[in-house]
């Protein structure tokens, strides 16, 4: 089964600061992945979602961005920090194949101050 | 388009008595539709998910969920409430049963109190 890997598990920053979140997966290949966020009373929101190295869609305009290097990999990035990217960031994936199910890694806590 | 809604945004109960999550759905298709639980701070985790082989949906930690089509309804259920159960719970749905976006409701918070 799948296991997903996200670090660093907290992280506090300053406004315009930059950003790196990683999230690597075991256990499949050729996932599906993607980014959601999580902020207080905003419920989950997809941020990113990926089918294949460097085949990346946004679904929200923000100052953020997502690459996917390799396979398992999948990056999420800020060059200027906002105080509204505050939240809890997942990652999740879909197994290769066509399934809808998703499973999703431990998470990021950010924190912009 | 799909949508899912979660009936109560809280729900307590008192330990050793049923848990009951309310969910109702819209997909013009067949969906998938799913429950997942978030404990504080946690990932979400998958406890079941409906694919259209048996309307009644068991799961794990002695959740289940049935789905009825007449009704549009997908609830969670659990005869006997652990106060590991307090948690946050969503109703998801995959519109098309395949795809690469799931729909999520906004959660129910469930407490369980000793």
């Known amino acids: 089964s799948q296991t997903i890997h996200q670090w660093p598990a907290t992280l506090v920053q300053p406004v315009g600061s930059p950003l790196s979140l990683e999230c690597t997966v075991e256990g499949t290949s050729n996932p599906n992945l993607y980014w959601y966020r999580q902020a207080a009373g905003r419920g989950l929101q997809l941020l990113f979602y990926?089918?294949?190295?460097?085949?990346i869609s946004s679904e929200v305009p923000q100052n953020l961005s997502a690459s996917r290097p390799q396979d398992r990999q999948f990056i999420l990035s800020s060059k200027k920090l906002l105080l509204s990217d505050s939240g809890f960031y997942l990652c999740?994936?879909?197994?290769?194949?066509?399934?809808?199910?998703?499973?999703f890694g431990p998470g990021t806590r950010l924190t912009v101050l | 388009a799909q949508s899912v809604t979660q009936l109560d945004s809280h729900v307590s109960v008192s330990e050793g008595t049923p848990v009951l999550l309310r969910c109702n759905y819209s997909?013009?298709?067949?969906?998938?539709l799913f429950w997942y639980v978030q404990h504080p701070n946690k990932g979400l985790q998958l406890l079941l998910k409906y694919t259209s082989a048996a309307t009644l949906v068991k799961g794990i930690n002695g959740f289940e969920a049935e789905f009825k089509k007449s009704e549009t309804s997908f609830h969670l259920t659990k005869p006997s409430a652990h106060m590991s159960d307090a948690a946050e719970y969503f109703c998801?749905?995959?519109?098309?049963?395949?795809?690469?976006?799931?729909?999520f409701g906004a959660g129910t918070i469930l407490r369980v109190k000793s």
């Open positions: 999740a994936c879909g197994l290769a194949g066509g399934t809808d199910t998703q499973y």
């Open positions: 997909s013009s298709y067949s969906p998938s």
């Open positions: 998801v749905v995959s519109p098309s049963g395949y795809g690469n976006k799931l729909v």
């Open positions: 990926s089918i294949g190295i460097d085949q």
